[in-house]
């Protein structure tokens, strides 16, 4: 592309100036390749520059050019008059990759020939609408009232089945009026086989807006126009077109929903909305998409819920991840607002009837004060068996009114890695929280942090192996959590938040769905379980109800000449008593044992309506065994225990439950410690891989 801006010295009229370029051979000139001349554009009267009169040449290099030749003619110069020629320059023309339309099309820097209108009048108008894009654009005048039908001469190449996209920058000085644009598909003969439509978006007043368009093209199509249809009110008024574009739909890899229902580019996909309604939003950011997002406003104070309406199909088995980017915005940023998101996929049978709702993710939520906040949130979930498809669908809170909309964009569904699972464990009493997310090394994601939160929304640290997990340093790979101690019978939750090593710079993080806790089948049966070594953990009865006492931390002073004594007091103590508990097989009665030996606190759990409610860390004092039955031969163990009640104990885990050495030892894969040692990294790979 060349750019010659030409001016005059001495008012004259009559001016014309065009501007060649010439392609050659050789630095020196060799053999001339071809020329590409400028339209002839009128030079302004007035002296000066006048940059809409500036001839521009955009053409392509022809095979063989090296080296370019530079031409500037000025025609019906008056004698002794002057013509003057600054900031020429001569450059790559910057044509958007995968545009199909040529620069002079896209950008309208040479002339109009790239476009067609059936009434009004259409020029090279001198606009910049976009940095970038060069000095020029098109103009267009309309005749009448009514939508004005501006589309490029050019029929433009598509294959069945693609989606393609396609933009433009435009400007209006006549008000606030409707635009829309239109796929218009044509068969080999260039009869029309379909019309596709934007939504229509009102732009604003003599303000640069993007239109936007995303379709598929039907079956039968060979070729494609681009409508772009200003709805005029009256005569004379102006509307500008820059920057056009026409590409195949940049869908990230992968995706399972298309471009349109990913991006919302110029069409608002099909989402049911639940206490909300959806409109079409522009917004251009480092993390959304294009130019258009899903803007979502609350129709009551509460919860947004929204559900892309089309069956997308799955596989049974198959894990897939559903992502989105989510903007929330506060009408005062000076005040700190909450604002929660989080996505989910819901499964549906062949036939299209609901199968599995999702029970999704912890609602993520942020608390700042800005204008602005945006999450990235994602879950990932397995196809169930007899699901045949599903439906993807977020969720926005809208409890406080500083919050008026939510914007939603970069919504995706495809197969990826769990992100996590949970498995539950009635026979160990546990539940397994293994976290596949290493991430690469970084400042705020070298320590991990990982709490269990319960119904009442208490959070407590979970235990490692030979750690807990509170700031513990990243190990980079897969994170294996046991936890022995949700409570029996309940709903528990996992909150994973990576940071730097002092917690003060927040990385990324991670919350899972609910989950139920284990359950002991025989009801009549009690957990005794050493929080620190889990591969002692035993069930047990009680043989009767725990009794209770309190002891007083208060002491009465008489003081002689007053009638009532002083009394200084504190803290009552934690409840104690006496538990004791039955044992008929040996092998369990040597574990519990072994249990008491470490003198370390003991945690009792038990099913709802046993009389001990939630989890019950305890010291254990004196010990007491005596047999069941005067027969030796004859097993059977009632253990009196002398209990206190204690916070719960600090520490990691030493062993597992579920993988001890009796394991390893009893495992036929490894015969040799040798082969055990090379099918292993890691003791951590011994204890969780067995």
């Known amino acids: 592309m060349v750019r010659v801006p030409v001016g005059i010295a001495t008012s004259q009229t009559g001016l014309t100036v065009t501007a060649t370029l010439e392609w050659w051979s050789a630095s020196s000139g060799g053999t001339q390749l071809g020329t590409t001349t400028s339209p002839a554009w009128n030079i302004s009267s007035t002296v000066g520059f006048w940059a809409a009169n500036y001839p521009v040449v955009v053409a392509t290099a022809p095979t063989g050019a090296t080296h370019a030749l530079i031409k500037v003619s000025v025609n019906n110069l008056a004698a002794s008059a002057k013509y003057l020629i600054d900031d020429v320059y001569f450059c790559a023309a910057p044509v958007k990759a995968g545009n199909a339309y040529g620069y002079n099309t896209a950008s309208v820097e040479m002339d109009t020939s790239g476009w067609k209108i059936d009434s009004g009048t259409m020029v090279r108008g001198g606009w910049v609408l976009i940095t970038g894009q060069g000095h020029y654009g098109l103009e267009v005048t309309s005749a009448a009232a009514g939508y004005q039908e501006i589309r490029t001469q050019s029929f433009i190449g598509v294959i069945p089945g693609k989606e393609y996209t396609s933009y433009a920058a435009v400007w209006t000085d006549a008000g606030a009026l409707p635009w829309m644009m239109e796929f218009r598909w044509y068969d080999a003969s260039f009869v029309e086989v379909g019309l596709h439509a934007s939504t229509t ?89 294009g130019y258009f997002t899903i803007k979502a406003v609350p129709t009551v104070t509460g919860l947004i819920t929204a559900q892309l309406n089309r069956l997308v199909p799955v596989t049974v088995g198959t894990t897939y991840q559903v992502k989105a980017t989510f903007y929330r915005h506060s009408t005062d940023p000076a005040q700190k607002v909450i604002g929660a998101c989080r996505t989910r996929v819901d499964w549906f049978d062949s036939v299209g009837n609901i199968l599995t709702a999702d029970n999704p993710d912890q609602f993520y939520s942020s608390e700042v004060a800005a204008d602005w906040y945006a999450n990235v949130i994602s879950e990932t979930r397995t196809c169930p068996e007899g699901a045949a498809y599903a439906k993807v669908g977020w969720e926005v809170t809208s409890d406080n009114p500083l919050i008026d909309f939510w914007v939603v964009d970069n919504i995706s569904l495809m197969e990826a890695v769990p992100e996590y699972t949970l498995s539950t464990s009635n026979e160990d009493g546990s539940i397994t929280l293994t976290v596949n997310n290493p991430y690469a090394p970084g400042s705020n994601n070298s320590n991990v942090t990982i709490k269990r939160v319960d119904d009442s929304g208490k959070v407590y640290s979970m235990r490692g192996y030979g750690r807990t997990w509170d700031l513990a340093p990243n190990p980079y790979s897969t994170i294996v959590v046991e936890d022995y101690e949700a409570p029996l019978a309940s709903r528990v939750w ?23 806790a284990p359950v002991l089948t025989d009801a009549d049966y009690v957990w005794f379980k050493s929080p620190g070594i889990p591969a002692l953990n035993t069930t047990v009865t009680m043989e009767a109800p725990l009794k209770w006492s309190r002891a007083a931390r208060s002491q009465r002073y008489d003081v002689v000449g007053r009638k009532n004594p002083i009394n200084r007091y504190d803290v009552r103590s934690g409840r104690s008593s006496s538990i004791t508990v039955l044992i008929w097989d040996p092998e369990a009665n040597e574990l519990f044992n072994s249990l008491l030996d470490s003198g370390a606190p003991a945690l009792v759990q038990a099913m709802p309506g046993y009389g001990i409610d939630g989890n019950l860390y305890v010291a254990v004092g004196d010990v007491d065994c005596e047999p069941l039955d005067p027969d030796a031969r ?57």
């Open 201 to 289: 978006y009102t732009v604003p007043n003599s303000v640069v807006s993007r239109l936007g368009i995303t379709g598929i093209a039907p079956a039968g199509s060979v070729y494609c126009k681009v409508f772009i249809r200003p709805q005029a009110t009256a005569a004379g008024q102006r509307f500008v077109i820059d920057d056009a574009s026409l590409v195949t739909s940049p869908n990230i890899a992968g995706n399972l929903l298309t471009y349109a229902e990913y991006s919302s580019e110029g069409i608002l996909p099909d989402w049911t909305l639940t206490n909300g309604t959806a409109s079409l939003y522009q917004l251009t950011s480092g993390i959304t998409d």
């Open 634 to 690: 004859v097993p059977g163990w009632r253990w009196t225990l002398a209990i206190t009640e204690v916070d719960r104990p600090d520490g990691g885990l030493q062993g597992s439950a579920a993988s001890t050495w009796q394991t390893i030892l009893d495992s036929t894969a490894y015969p040799t410690w040798e082969e055990l040692f090379n099918s292993h990294d890691t003791w951590t790979d011994v204890l969780t891989k067995g």
């Open 494 to 516: 996992y909150s994973i938040q990576w940071s730097s090593s002092t917690g003060a710079t927040k990385g990324p993080r991670l919350f899972t769905q609910s989950v139920d």
